[in-house]
């Protein structure tokens, strides 16, 4: 079965520091991995995607993240965080081996401060 | 606008009432499918579809039922509301099997409350 853990549910950071969202993930196959953004009463918003190529995605909005099978990790980074950041951020696994079929982190809301 | 459409953006409903929330997407997308989002818990899949005629169960189905008549549509349907039922629902759609990596398109959301 496929599992993903956001291992901290809130993230408070300055704005221009770093941000650094953990996501690990279990699968039984090679999965693809995503990263989703929500703002405040809006849907959902993809952020990046792993599909088995490069082990590091970019993504838009100066976001990226890195696959490691090894440590089964896609943590979520961006060098220096702006306040229109501000937002929940999902990690996200493909359930099945079709790929049709996602299950969603617990979410991690990312704070930035002035 | 390119997307996927939910109607309405809000409801309240009575326990034992019924409804149907609409999902419309025009990106001619095979597969779509129902979350619920609560807090902590991410979004969990009600029911999905990979195509028109073809529906499955998710993690969550009890209490809702769907349809697909076209490729366009997807209905939710709650039979019989109860407070456990208050929720954001999102619709989502995306191409079907070995295009994963597109990733999904997701709707705005409704926001349901059962008193």
């Known amino acids: 079965a496929q599992s993903v853990t956001q291992l901290d549910s809130h993230v408070s950071v300055s704005e221009g520091t770093p941000v650094l969202l953990r996501c690990n993930y279990s699968?039984?196959?090679?999965?693809?991995l995503f990263w989703y953004v929500q703002h405040p009463n809006k849907g959902l918003q993809l952020l990046l995607k792993?599909?088995?190529?490069?082990?590091l995605v970019k993504g838009i909005n100066g976001f990226e993240a890195e696959f490691k099978k090894s440590e089964t990790s896609f943590h979520l980074t961006k060098p220096s965080a702006h306040m229109s950041d501000a937002a929940e951020y999902f990690c996200v696994v493909t359930k099945n081996n079709a790929g049709n079929m996602l299950t969603f982190g617990g979410g991690t809301r990312l704070m930035v401060k002035p | 606008n390119a997307g996927v459409t939910q109607t309405p953006k809000f409801q309240v409903l009575k326990t034992g009432q019924s409804m149907t929330l609409q999902c419309a997407q025009d990106?001619?997308?095979?597969?779509m499918s129902w979350y619920r989002q609560d807090p902590g818990m991410g979004l969990r899949l009600i029911h999905y579809s990979v195509g028109a005629g073809i529906t499955d169960q998710g993690e969550v189905p009890n209490g809702y039922n769907v349809s697909r008549s076209t490729t366009e549509d997807f209905p939710l349907r709650l039979l019989s509301a109860a407070p456990s039922q208050t929720s954001v629902y999102f619709c989502a759609s995306s191409y079907a099997t070995g295009t994963a990596g597109d990733g999904y398109t997701f709707g705005s959301g409704t926001r349901l409350t059962v008193v």
């Open positions: 792993y599909t088995s190529a490069a082990t």
């Open positions: 990106m001619n997308h095979e597969y």
């Open positions: 699968s039984s196959y090679s999965p693809s």
